[in-house]
């Protein structure tokens, strides 16, 4: 078969450091098989699933089950992400290296909405995963500063009477990992970076030479806590919506290679759970199918990033971090690519119930965008073209 690709862009298929897929516990709102459609119409060849799952994803069981359920649908590659501790509690390391030699063959691990607070299980989870070679993520979110809190602290949550989420709250656990990973001679990763405050710590732990990286998600490159107004709770995201300035920041920090990546934080959540006064919501948004236009958006239009930065920074970059080649595997070469094609010059409105994923929380609905993937190969085979998945 012959691919007409004129006039369209061919980058390596995009990584995603940072997909929540609800499978297992609320297959209502995203499986594995809705999710990897989702991440294949978005352009991506490999997604980390996150841990957070019902139960946590905190045993060989469930990220070997997460491995293997993703081979079986065959749109992308799902690869697992270990709790690091045990359950809800954050008290007790995981059998990370158990998880490690399973088939899922964990590479990364996390603890999202249960993070890693406890500075001594902190330090133990990074010498751990140091001798394992795999990489501990932090969402850095200090859990006494975020109680209650549904909005960024500042005067629009101030007005509307929304209860505020500091910049502390993250600032505070970027600064602490920074040096405990420095301490432990391990690397650290820290999710969705969403301050002007991190970006300033990111530069500082750098230029230190501590193993740092970062990751943004699209909609904190685009989105601000102007959009607060209206009380929709699809706008409702932890960490929140920050100000225009932490915007700017975060821009510039991607364009400088400050932060790292783009990780969607694609977060599926069902319509009751949406649709109620917006501090009873659940927090989180979709974002596989539209990452890529949001990063022509914020950042290609805006002329901080070329075609060869949004390479870098949606593939590359996300598969250095995790320790596999841009083609999303551990290093290989001569083997049948992963691929994405992009039209440049299209515009889409965003449908939400036209997109894969079973939950319809995006905070785009209506929007038009720019750019669109028009076909994604995983290893040299199909898995989406022209907006519509092409099973194995
Ligand atoms: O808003 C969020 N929702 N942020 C996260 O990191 C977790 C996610 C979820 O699981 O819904
Ligand atoms: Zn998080
Ligand atoms: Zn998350």
Redesign the pocket.
Known sequence: EVIDASGQILLPGFIDLHT?LREPGREDTETIETGSAAAALGGYTAVFAMA?TSPVADSVVITDHVWRRGQEVGLVDVYPVGAVTVGLEGKQLAEMGTMAAGVGAVRMFSD??MCVYDPLIMRRALEYSNSLGVLIAQ?AEEPRLTKGAVAHEGPNAARLGLAGWPRAAEESIVARDALLARDAGARVHIC?ASTAGTVELLKWAKAQGISITAEVTPHHLLLDDSRLETYDAVNR??PPLRESSDVAALRQALAEGVIDCVAT?H?P?AEQDKCCEFAAA???MLGLETALSIIVETMVKTGLLDWRGVAQVMSENPARIVGLDDQGRPIAVGEPANLVLIDPDTEWTVEAKELASIAHNTPYQSMTLPAKVTTTFLRGKVTARDGKVVAG
Do not use: E
């Open positions: 929540h957070n999202d909405g969402h969705h995201v932890n934080d977060a959540h659940r927090p989180g």
